[in-house]
């Protein structure tokens, strides 16, 4: 319970280290009295040292808690003693200051009973509560919160009413009322304590107002007061409201997020298969491509440029691109070619295809996961009060799939080779008769498309695995996405993308992640009998004949 605030506590205390010591002398008379063998006196000694409000005596009463404060046997002074190897290593408990380097009989460890651990945690707890650090004042609000130890509801009322910081001020009122709550006291301010909480919500308030709101077997509350009982239970369904709405923001984020995975990984699977007919089963490996070549970036990076890792997916994009497209471009001169107008070989000669790929990664990496790492601008997530939890990484491939298909709409609208793709698309043999070289644009596309499944390899590695089968995960989903939003057709392909993934993550709360995706795929085979081109067909006199 007490470890997040224990590690925030010795943090302090080397930063306390450094300021200077009031009355040390009469401080070091206190810390004689912890080596007193009398409980009582050591007790008395914990209590002085707390109203001392020195910061310095923090690691000290940190060291007795954990049972690293001693007692030398030579001249009865208290030290903290770190074992190293075979010695000890002493030190001073308000100064830090190395002492000697001693043998484990030199020393005499000094000892607590549960009453006096539950005064040192009191008064570290108001001493951090008092530190001239917002984080602290935080780290310690929340420490309170979660202990509820009610000795400390004095402190927390004087340094509440001198908070400016709104986080620490909100994060000591929720302890404050959680102190209130559940520990004995005046039936109003249990209520009002009771209806605080219910305004700041989250799963640790659940829990708090479900023990208090909690019945018996027979029905009967287990709550004396029957005011606080109806207190905590309408303050309990306020809460559960609230984390019932959050909960669906927080699907419908994840929603979009697998919305947003589904489109990078379909938009070039939707251009190649819309102009050419390909049924492409080696995407996935193209997608896989991508994120290798993240690895290897980050690699360089890691050996080279470490101060400057916070961009090396500014460079792994265009290198996947790049990389992705060429392979792109060398399947369709090599093999694909020969195979237009004969889908089942054209399958055939894929899958292997993505087979022999998946062996060269084996070959060149190994068959085990690869480390890739998240840029620090990419890491942590934007957390509220109610429990919703929003990823940077994830906000970050949203937006990226996005500009993706802003930018591939730019290129199909308004540069000759998107002219020329969507007329070989609708029209073929006019557009041959046209002087197209519709072989030309045929490699172009592939090399496109290839290249947009590099580029979502790099995002994929940010939240996945990067591994050999990586792009096996998503080959079926996008042919899905693909064949549900209209082949060939980028802004189906967008809605189909989202549609589904939004539809996905909001069945699985209520049928499982298998059953939810059986009725995904169930539901696109019922809406195909109804429109076997899609959500958005494409039209054109070769198309429609």
């Not at 909690?214 to 609230?242: I, M, Y």
């Given at each position: 319970m007490?470890?997040?605030f224990?590690?925030?506590?010795?943090?302090l205390?080397?930063?306390l280290?450094l300021?200077?010591?009031p009355?040390?002398a009469?401080?070091?008379?206190?810390?004689a009295?912890?080596g007193n063998?009398s409980?009582?006196?050591r007790?008395a000694a914990?209590?002085?040292?707390?109203?001392?409000?020195?910061?310095?005596?923090?690691?000290?009463?940190?060291a007795?808690?954990?049972?690293?404060?001693?007692?030398?046997?030579?001249?009865?002074?208290?030290?903290?003693a770190?074992?190293?190897?075979?010695v000890?290593?002493?030190t001073?408990?308000?100064?830090?200051?190395?002492?000697?380097?001693?043998t484990?009989?030199?020393?005499d460890k000094?000892?607590?009973?549960?009453?006096?651990r539950t005064?040192?945690?009191?008064?570290?707890g108001?001493l951090?509560l008092r530190s001239?650090?917002p984080a602290?004042?935080l780290?310690?609000?929340?420490?309170?919160?979660k202990?509820r130890d009610f000795?400390?509801?004095?402190?927390l009322?004087?340094?509440?009413?001198?908070?400016?910081?709104p986080a620490?001020?909100?994060a000591?009122t929720?302890?404050l009322?959680?102190?209130r709550?559940?520990?004995?006291?005046?039936s109003a301010?249990?209520?009002?304590?009771?209806?605080t909480l219910?305004?700041?919500?989250g799963?640790?308030v659940?829990?708090?107002?479900?023990?208090?709101?909690a019945t018996?077997?027979?029905?009967?509350?287990r709550?004396a007061?029957?005011?606080v009982?109806r207190?905590?239970v309408?303050?309990?369904a306020?809460v559960?409201e609230?984390?019932?709405?959050?909960?669906?923001v927080?699907?419908l984020?994840?929603g979009?997020?697998?919305?947003s995975v589904?489109?990078?990984?379909a938009?070039?699977?939707?251009?190649?298969?819309?102009?050419?007919?390909v049924i492409?089963?080696?995407?996935?490996?193209?997608?896989m491509?991508?994120?290798?070549?993240?690895f290897?970036?980050q690699?360089?990076?890691?050996?080279h440029?470490?101060?400057?890792?916070g961009w090396?997916l500014a460079?792994a994009v265009?290198?996947?691109?790049?990389?992705?497209?060429?392979f792109?471009?060398?399947?369709?001169?090599?093999?694909?070619?020969?195979?237009?107008g004969?889908?089942?070989?054209?399958?055939?000669?894929t899958w292997g295809?993505?087979?022999m790929?998946?062996?060269?990664v084996?070959?060149?990496f190994?068959p085990t996961?690869?480390?890739?790492g998240n840029p620090?601008?990419m890491?942590g997530?934007?957390e509220?009060?109610?429990?919703l939890?929003?990823t940077?990484?994830?906000i970050?491939?949203?937006l990226f799939a996005?500009?993706?298909?802003a930018?591939?709409?730019?290129?199909?609208r308004?540069?000759?080779?998107g002219?020329q793709?969507?007329a070989v698309?609708?029209?073929?043999p006019?557009?041959?008769?046209?002087g197209?070289?519709?072989?030309?644009v045929d490699a172009?596309?592939?090399?496109l498309?290839?290249?947009?499944a590099?580029?979502?390899?790099v995002?994929l590695?940010?939240?996945d695995n990067?591994s050999?089968?990586?792009g096996?995960a998503?080959?079926?989903?996008?042919f899905m996405v693909?064949v549900?939003?209209?082949?060939g057709?980028?802004w189906?392909?967008?809605?189909?993308?989202f549609s589904?993934g939004?539809?996905?993550?909001?069945l699985?709360?209520?049928?499982?992640a298998?059953?939810g995706?059986?009725l995904v795929?169930v539901g696109?085979?019922?809406f195909i009998?109804k429109?076997?081109r899609g959500?958005?067909?494409?039209?054109?006199?070769?198309v429609?004949?």
């Amino acid at each position: 319970m007490f470890r997040r605030f224990h590690r925030s506590i010795a943090a302090l205390g080397v930063l306390l280290t450094l300021w200077p010591i009031p009355g040390a002398a009469t401080l070091q008379e206190d810390l004689a009295g912890l080596g007193n063998g009398s409980f009582a006196t050591r007790m008395a000694a914990v209590t002085r040292l707390g109203a001392s409000g020195a910061g310095a005596v923090v690691p000290a009463l940190q060291a007795l808690l954990d049972g690293r404060l001693h007692r030398r046997l030579a001249d009865d002074r208290v030290v903290v003693a770190e074992e190293r190897g075979s010695v000890l290593i002493l030190t001073d408990p308000l100064t830090g200051a190395e002492l000697a380097q001693t043998t484990p009989d030199a020393v005499d460890k000094i000892r607590i009973n549960n009453r006096l651990r539950t005064l040192i945690r009191a008064t570290l707890g108001g001493l951090t509560l008092r530190s001239p650090d917002p984080a602290q004042r935080l780290v310690a609000a929340q420490a309170v919160f979660k202990g509820r130890d009610f000795d400390l509801e004095p402190t927390l009322r004087q340094v509440l009413e001198r908070e400016a910081e709104p986080a620490v001020k909100a994060a000591m009122t929720k302890a404050l009322a959680a102190l209130r709550l559940a520990n004995p006291g005046e039936s109003a301010v249990r209520v009002a304590a009771a209806t605080t909480l219910a305004t700041f919500g989250g799963q640790e308030v659940r829990a708090l107002l479900a023990e208090v709101a909690a019945t018996n077997p027979d029905g009967t509350p287990r709550e004396a007061d029957p005011e606080v009982h109806r207190a905590a239970v309408a303050g309990l369904a306020l809460v559960e409201e609230r984390l019932r709405l959050m909960n669906g923001v927080g699907n419908l984020f994840q929603g979009l997020s697998l919305g947003s995975v589904l489109l990078l990984a379909a938009v070039g699977l939707a251009i190649t298969f819309g102009v050419m007919g390909v049924i492409n089963m080696a995407h996935g490996e193209l997608v896989m491509l991508g994120a290798y070549t993240t690895f290897l970036v980050q690699e360089l990076f890691r050996n080279h440029f470490p101060d400057a890792f916070g961009w090396s997916l500014a460079l792994a994009v265009p290198l996947a691109f790049l990389v992705s497209g060429l392979f792109g471009v060398a399947m369709e001169r090599g093999v694909i070619r020969f195979l237009y107008g004969r889908p089942l070989e054209t399958l055939l000669a894929t899958w292997g295809l993505s087979l022999m790929l998946q062996q060269l990664v084996r070959s060149l990496f190994g068959p085990t996961n690869q480390e890739v790492g998240n840029p620090a601008w990419m890491s942590g997530a934007i957390e509220t009060a109610q429990g919703l939890v929003l990823t940077w990484n994830r906000i970050a491939i949203i937006l990226f799939a996005l500009a993706v298909i802003a930018g591939l709409a730019l290129i199909l609208r308004h540069t000759p080779l998107g002219l020329q793709m969507r007329a070989v698309t609708q029209n073929r043999p006019m557009a041959a008769a046209m002087g197209i070289r519709t072989g030309w644009v045929d490699a172009l596309t592939f090399g496109l498309g290839s290249g947009i499944a590099g580029v979502a390899g790099v995002a994929l590695s940010q939240i996945d695995n990067v591994s050999p089968n990586l792009g096996q995960a998503y080959i079926i989903d996008s042919f899905m996405v693909v064949v549900f939003g209209g082949v060939g057709n980028l802004w189906g392909t967008l809605l189909g993308a989202f549609s589904l993934g939004i539809v996905n993550k909001l069945l699985e709360p209520v049928a499982g992640a298998v059953l939810g995706k059986i009725l995904v795929l169930v539901g696109i085979i019922l809406f195909i009998q109804k429109r076997p081109r899609g959500l958005f067909a494409l039209r054109g006199r070769a198309v429609e004949a």
